[in-house]
């Protein structure tokens, strides 16, 4: 390689102000910001994890002050510099990091002054980014602060009854705590950042043998979990492997319950921060931290997938080793993740598997294939009807008690088959959809919520019809009803119908 001379090349340092001030803008909100700083708490092997929102207008500021291993001067003052670790070094298999710069993008993101002390060894040191000193320097230089800023010395006093541990401390808020921004905004961020912190290192919270804790303003954030793997409702494919040149990327599917299956609250709950129709998708894991919740990764069958309302139960859970980081195309933020084209095929079929189960489950309340305990197919009362790249809605006229109404219609058959007629060409299939997407009450169908003696009446009727009028046996009967639609979810009911009609 030819020798670097002042003739051959001119040394271009960036401005430190100018610099920061554009690293500045990644993209970085105050949750996934508080994220990157985790990371370092856990690469750290903190078992405790302390947030600390503290609100006074324009003076307030937020701590995270966690009991890891600490920092000793030289790995302090390493973890402090801009650029100081090379993301193509090879890193422990544990390390949540990459480019060496997420502790201070992450914190230059939402403040001006970035504090950091930490303690190890009986050995304590703070240093300080302060961007209106690199904004007024003359000299652009990138000049890193030593000690705890006179003013500030109180909110360092945490640190003080650890043996080790990190302390980092933003102020001057001005991404924050913008004009307008009330005690009541900052309240509301307080939510929105344990939202995300519960989703993120759900896999590090959750379980009785849980690794850490994490604590905002003294309360615990309990972990949220996207597979809802504890419900018996839940579907769940085998977990598949596949060998990469960079490490066994690890996969497996989750079809949730249907709305049907959980009360109201587990319903919001398992929505997410952001809602069933956005939380649809692949959660990317490293190391057991979630990088992307809820995205089809750009896959799909001749174009991409989009998230619709029809696969909002299906969610697949991916775990890759931090060595593909490149290959997966991770960046700062640790926010998005692109599938290495060598097994985008195989990530899209096991995709859409899941996303098949989960729209029929969606489409038939919770059935994952519309069979009965009786055996054999539902005798469903609609059918769908596909013609020329347009679809419509009909009434099966097979459907037990269509059929029975029509075989006896007599003179009114031709009255009866305009009605039905009317009803289907008026089905508001765009407002049920609407109303089914967007509001927030169960849809009612199947007699759901209906008492077991309506229900009742409605039986008696048909199966009456069945055995006195159509001859039929009546276990044949009962046998029939339970393999026609609405009756398959009340067997017990079914079951009860008596051998002997009373008239």
């Known amino acids: 390689m030819k020798q ?32 990157d700083i985790i990371d370092n708490s856990i690469a750290a092997k903190a078992t405790v994890i302390k947030l600390d929102f503290s609100w006074n207008a324009e003076a307030s500021c937020i701590r995270i002050l966690d009991n890891g291993t600490g920092m000793d001067d030289e790995e302090l003052e390493r973890a402090m510099r801009l650029g100081e670790i090379n993301p193509l070094e090879q890193r422990a298999s544990g390390d949540l990091g990459r480019f060496g710069l997420g502790l201070k993008t992450a914190s230059f993101s939402q403040c001006r002054k970035l504090s950091v002390a930490s303690r190890k060894n009986n ?6 980014w302060d961007l209106d000193v690199l904004a007024n320097s003359k000299d652009d230089g990138w000049y890193l602060l030593e000690g705890i800023e006179k003013q500030s010395e109180k909110l360092f006093k945490d640190l003080d009854s650890l043996e080790h541990g990190t302390l980092v401390l933003w102020q001057l808020l001005d991404r924050v705590v913008t004009p307008g921004f009330s005690e009541q905004n900052f309240l509301n961020l307080i939510d929105l950042c344990e939202e995300h912190l519960a989703m993120v290192f759900h896999r590090f919270l959750e379980g009785v043998n849980s690794q850490m804790c994490i604590l905002i303003n003294g309360m615990p954030v309990k972990p949220w979990n996207p597979f809802l793997e504890n419900r018996s409702a839940t579907w769940s494919s085998p977990e598949v492997s596949i060998k990469t040149e960079n490490g066994t990327v690890k996969v497996k599917g989750y079809v949730l319950p249907h709305r049907d299956k959980m009360d109201s609250k587990e319903f919001e709950s398992a929505g997410g921060p952001d809602g069933w129709t956005a939380q649809q998708g692949f959660y990317v894991y490293r190391n057991k931290r979630l990088l992307v919740a809820g995205s089809w990764l750009g896959l799909g069958q001749g174009r991409a997938w989009t998230k619709e309302e029809s696969h909002r139960l299906a969610r697949i859970r991916l775990d890759i080793p931090n060595s593909a980081d490149a290959e997966w195309k991770l960046d700062i933020r640790k926010s998005t993740a692109r599938p290495p084209v060598a097994i985008r095929t195989q990530l899209a079929q096991i995709a859409d598997d899941v996303r098949s189960r989960a729209r029929k489950v969606y489409a038939h309340r919770g059935s994952y294939v519309p069979r009965t305990s009786a055996g054999g197919s539902l005798i469903q009362a609609w059918q769908a009807e596909y013609n020329g790249g347009s679809m419509r809605y009909r009434i099966d006229r097979t459907h037990p008690s269509v059929k029975s109404l029509l075989d006896d219609a007599g003179e009114l058959k031709l009255q009866i088959e305009t009605m039905i007629k009317i009803i289907e060409e008026t089905v508001p299939v765009q407002k049920i959809w609407l109303d089914t ?3 927030k009450d169960v849809l009612r169908t199947g007699f759901s919520g209906d008492a077991p003696k309506e ?3 409605v039986l008696n009727v048909l199966y009456k019809n069945l055995v006195s009028r159509k001859g039929m046996a009546p276990d044949l009967a009962r046998a029939q009803l339970l393999r026609t639609e609405p009756f398959q979810n009340f067997t017990e009911l079914v079951n009860s119908l008596p051998d002997i009609l009373q008239d």
Do not use: D, Q, V, W
């Open 4 to 35: 670097i001379t002042k003739k051959t090349a001119l040394h271009a340092p960036p401005k430190a102000a100018a610099m920061i001030e554009a690293l500045r803008g990644l993209g970085y909100n105050t949750a996934t910001a508080l994220a």
């Open 123 to 128: 050995s304590f040191r703070c240093l300080r």
């Open 455 to 457: 229900i009742m009446a």
């Open 437 to 439: 997407a967007e509001g």
